[in-house]
């Protein structure tokens, strides 16, 4: 069995160089890094995480835990995770619970039993007084909207905040007819219901009247959706002058939609979206919308979750990130 010592020898340094760079710690320059990587490729050397185990408690992974990973959110975020916890030394495994209360009890449940030392999970459906969340009581970050009553450390997006400020800038261009497409505003505690209460408290704040004709719910938070939400806006014959999309990716499909139906953005719409993915600012026009800080709730969230570790008892706490309005052509 190719042992430490062996890797040491063919990458000429020493078993301890080898064992900072295996365990991921400071103090290795990248040269050395990428030789001692080089010689584990070459020799065949596995790591016995068991005995590794035993030894310090810990495995060195962290567990993620999304709904789902082929959104532009959940990726950057996973990223963000990724390089956050490998600066403390942690490996990350991502894991896919589907937006369902029985998805995210198994990533709890997993993370248990492949002995993950924390696990980050983003809430969507868990509800605090599930039964099954009895045996989650080793580190554990919630991310969402849920409200698990100070049980978990909780760092949450500024869904009303970020929203109502995206609705006020509409007003302040001179939007006067705003819609929002979005999800199910009476369904249960989530992204949609709190995004939809900031665009609810921008226009009372100035004065405006919602009107429910505006309002258009989707069955899901896809481009196809705000494509078809658009299409319905404009079907319906009610005047409009501006749109609050509940993400980026819908805003994406409503901007489809308008020109499906031959309305220029900004000229005849302005919209806005959540999220600041990527694709927002090359988009033409480019989106305007709601920049959470994604670098700080990952870094927050892993700062959390290892904290957690070498404390288990102490208190909980509620982290919402700070956020920017990112103002681009589809609304200028």
Not at 248 to 254: F, K, L, P, R, Y
Request: neutral net charge.
């Amino acid at each position: 069995m190719v042992t430490m010592g062996d890797v040491a020898r063919l990458a000429g340094v020493s078993k301890m160089t080898v064992s900072n760079v295996v365990n991921n710690r400071a103090g290795v320059s990248e040269a050395v890094r990428l030789r001692v990587l080089e010689a584990i490729r070459q020799s065949g050397y596995r790591v016995n995480v068991s005995a590794r185990t035993l030894k310090s408690g810990r495995t060195g992974v962290i567990g993620l835990a999304v709904p789902e990973i082929d959104r532009p959110y959940f990726g950057r975020l996973a990223a963000h995770v990724i390089d956050q916890a490998r600066r403390r030394g942690f490996h990350v495994a991502i894991e896919q619970t589907g937006a369902a209360a029985d998805g995210e009890i198994d990533a709890i449940a997993h993370s248990r039993t492949l002995q993950f030392d924390g696990l980050i999970l983003s809430a969507v459906e868990l509800d605090r007084r599930d039964q099954r969340l009895a045996g989650a009581d080793y580190p554990i970050v919630m991310l969402g909207e849920q409200d698990f009553g100070g049980r978990f450390d909780h760092v949450a997006m500024p869904n009303e905040d970020g929203t109502k400020a995206a609705t006020a800038h509409l007003i302040d261009r001179g939007c006067r007819r705003i819609a929002m497409v979005t999800g199910d505003v009476a369904g249960t505690l989530n992204v949609v219901t709190r995004r939809h209460q900031g665009y609810l408290a921008a226009l009372a704040e100035r004065g405006l009247t919602p009107d429910p004709a505006l309002l258009v719910s989707l069955a899901g938070l896809t481009m196809a959706a705000g494509r078809d939400a658009a299409h319905r806006l404009v079907d319906s014959g009610h005047a409009f002058d501006g749109v609050v999309a509940v993400t980026d990716t819908v805003a994406q499909g409503v901007l489809r939609g308008l020109a499906d139906r031959g309305l220029r953005v900004p000229g005849d719409v302005r919209l806005v979206g959540f999220d600041d993915v990527p694709e927002s600012e090359f988009m033409v026009p480019s989106l305007s919308t709601v920049a959470p800080d994604h670098g700080w709730m990952a870094a927050k969230a892993v700062e959390l979750v290892v904290g957690r570790m070498q404390a288990p008892l102490r208190p909980t706490g509620q982290h919402v990130a700070p956020f920017e309005l990112m103002i681009r052509e589809s609304t200028s």
